[in-house]
């Protein structure tokens, strides 16, 4: 099975639009740091989020790296991208653009919640994204016009 980190916004997101068990589905067990689990708790999807068996969470060893990163992202970013490299991840999910750049910098694959959606239409877990995303909309995520049209051609709608 892949190793997956994930930061905290795609399972607010997922949890809140009632499709957290897409990540179990597709990825299996999802790992989490100690400062996403900690972001998680102070939103209200926590009780999904904190009921799932196969959301791990782990402690990054390199505190060292966190001062690296710091200037110009949050901690929790930070701690996805070195329990990414600490794990040696197969995939990042994220949706903050500065943090996606930084991984995708660090030689990380990088996914993001509209990602997540796409890949489970293609696998047959959802039967369309658009709903998923007005949900998420209606939920305060902000999709482009042209993020919105580029998805819906990905997922063949």
């Not at 196969?54 to 710091?70: A, G, Y």
């Not at 293609?122 to 919105?148: C, H, N, T």
């Amino acid at each position: 099975m892949r190793k997956v980190v994930s930061n905290t916004t795609p399972l607010i997101a997922l949890a809140d639009i009632g499709q957290l068990e897409l990540l179990h589905k597709l990825y299996g067990e999802i790992y989490i740091p100690e400062a996403v689990l900690n972001e998680i708790k102070t939103e209200p999807a926590k009780t999904a989020v904190m009921s799932s068996s196969w959301i791990k969470v782990k402690t990054i060893e390199n505190t060292e790296d966190k001062k690296l990163f710091r200037a110009k992202l949050h901690v929790g970013e930070v701690e996805v991208m070195i329990l990414a490299e600490e794990m040696k991840a197969d995939l990042l999910i994220m949706d903050d653009n500065a943090a996606k750049k930084t991984a995708k910098f660090l030689g990380m694959t990088v996914t993001g919640t509209l990602g997540v959606l796409i890949k489970a239409k293609r696998e047959g877990y959802i039967e369309a994204i658009k709903p998923a995303m007005e949900a998420l909309i209606a939920d305060g995520l902000f999709i482009s016009e042209q993020v919105w049209n580029y998805v819906l051609e990905e997922a063949g709608e």
